[in-house]
């Protein structure tokens, strides 16, 4: 009798989906507003030290709900499969729509489905790859069978607009996944790690009490020593994930790394020798998106043809915290 019974049971993304706030805002556009303020920014610098070129800003009216909702409808009509199909919602965010309940509950009434068990994860940036790993372990487990995955962010609700160096840089927008048990794999292996050492170099560290904002509730960003740490533990994550699948870089079809800046996915890219064109960008176009910036660059890829089914994907999230993780799937 062997002393653990085999299930083969795996979890697999059956449809991704996504959305983004309609008002697309240039570098041109934002160097206009930062003017201004007397603050002096242009598109040649956002372009060449990040690569992007335009963000989404969501009205103020938007919650993080709304466009994870909507990412949410789109992932379950791709997978074909409803609402009610679902028995676990994830929504990673760090701009949940109140202190409480959680925006995954939000979403849930949204979807007009009760019962399952929904909760919100906060690892910032890494909150996707995060959501993903919890999600395939709870699929594999038996606790879960039909999960809905999403990223939803409206990091415009919390930029210092005083603060070139990081206004520039974060946009709004969610991204979504259906992630089914199945059979064969799937997801092949994940790693998530965290060090709160290095909570301060990225924070926002206002909190409610007694009915007053505390502290600042606006983002900091030491820019250079989060670059530093994202560079090296990117390229040990996407290693020990590898290790664990018993893959090489040469299997990865796609890397979708977190869409932060072009410079660190480019150098992630070149130490893993994935040739660059096999690297998803959405950054140009949807600037950071925090935890919504991997599955709305999964979404894209999907539907632009770029990203088939069968194809092996490196998905890497960095952030905040200072959390970091991967992801390595079948598609
Ligand atoms: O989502 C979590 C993960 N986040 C990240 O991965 C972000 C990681 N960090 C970065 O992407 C980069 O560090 C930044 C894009 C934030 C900054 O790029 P950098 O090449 O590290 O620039 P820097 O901070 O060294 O600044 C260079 C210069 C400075 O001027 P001086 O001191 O050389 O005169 C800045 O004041 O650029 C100046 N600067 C700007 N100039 C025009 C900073 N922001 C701006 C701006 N427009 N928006």
Redesign the pocket.
Known sequence: MPDRIPTFRYSRITGTGSMLPPRRVSNADL?AQ?AERG????DE??VE??GIRARRFADPSVCSSDLGVEAARHALQAAGRSAEDVDLIIVATSTPDMVFPSTATIVQRKLGVQGCPAFDLQA??SGFVYGLSVADAMIRSGAASCALVIGAEVFSRILDFND???????GDGAGAVVLEASAEPGILATRLHADGQHMDI?CTPGTVSGGQILGDPLLK?D??A??KL?VRVLDEVAREVLEAAGRTAADIDWLIP?Q??I??MQGTARKLKVPLDHVVVTVDEHG?T?AA?IPLALDHAVRSGQIQRGHTLMLEG???GFTWGAVLLDF
């Open positions: 160097a930062l603050l002096e920014t242009s610098w956002i030290r990040t910032v940036c070139r160096t990081t206004c520039v840089l974060f990225l960003m820019g250079q989060v670059f994202a977190h932060a800046n410079r660190i950071n925090s910036s960095v952030g905040g």
